[in-house]
């Protein structure tokens, strides 16, 4: 089925450790985003993307990094993890030319301990 | 950049009753405003949408405005049920996001509450 995969689901972790959190869409679209969402609910952008080799920093400065090699793909690396860090991932992707909004994944929730 | 205030941050609303969240927006170029909805431990998904061209649009029980002259579209959702209950995320931005390079700028969510 045509959709946007996250793995994992949910990660505990411990500080200092790097991790990668994965996003992958099997719709074709060449738009892909990271959100940082709070406790409190809030969307925070941290990283976008518009094809491939093309990344870009959000509006929320994060410490993570992207990559984009595939179309398809989308990682995000923490190097090294802190409490801080401790909030749910989403990844997002939209599509040049479809008149609609973006599809969300169904989100990482990460807690650094 | 674009702005994007919601209220109110929470609501509770007996089942049956309707409920209203307003958004404001900064910048008078965007066009397109879309609602998300976001159930517990589930992702956002996007419920209706709205253009500037258009000063209404209905979805069976819910419905979007929009007021570009005072920049803010409200999302009503009438007859209430218990499914309804969930985080609810305004949007703006130029174009869709098909269109461009244009970014959605989300407002900072709504928790509605049906009360049985």
């Known amino acids: 089925e045509a959709d946007i995969y996250q793995t994992p689901r949910y990660l505990v972790i411990g500080t200092g450790k790097k991790i990668t959190l994965e996003c992958s869409q099997t719709?074709?679209?060449?738009?892909m985003y990271w959100y940082q969402q709070d406790p409190g609910m809030e969307l925070h952008l941290i990283h976008y993307?518009?094809?491939?080799?093309?990344?870009e920093k959000g509006d929320l400065s994060s410490e993570s990094t992207v990559s984009r090699i595939r179309t398809e793909h989308f990682p995000l690396t923490l190097e090294s993890a802190r409490p801080s860090h401790t909030s749910q991932y989403l990844c997002?992707?939209?599509?040049?030319?479809?008149?609609?909004?973006?599809?969300f994944g169904s989100g990482t929730r990460l807690t650094v301990v | 950049g674009e702005n994007v205030e919601q209220h109110p941050s929470t609501l509770s609303v007996q089942e049956g009753d309707s409920a209203v969240i307003k958004c404001t927006y900064s910048?008078?170029?965007?066009?397109?405003f879309p609602w998300y909805k976001q159930e517990l431990g589930k992702r956002p998904q996007l419920i209706i949408d709205?253009?500037?061209?258009?000063g209404e649009k209905k979805d069976q029980r819910i419905a979007v405005t929009l007021n570009k002259t005072a920049k803010h579209f409200s999302l009503h959702i009438t007859e209430t049920q218990p499914e309804d209950s969930a985080v609810y995320f305004c949007?703006?931005?130029?174009?869709?996001?098909?269109?461009?390079?244009?970014?959605?700028?989300f407002g900072t969510g709504t928790r509605l509450t049906i009360i049985p």
């Open positions: 997002a992707s939209s599509e040049f030319g479809l008149n609609y909004g973006y599809t």
């Open positions: 719709m074709g679209h060449d738009k």
């Open positions: 993307s518009y094809g491939v080799n093309s990344t």
């Open positions: 910048d008078s170029a965007s066009n397109y």
């Open positions: 709205i253009r500037s061209n258009v």
């Open positions: 949007a703006a931005s130029k174009t869709p996001p098909g269109f461009g390079n244009e970014k959605l700028t």
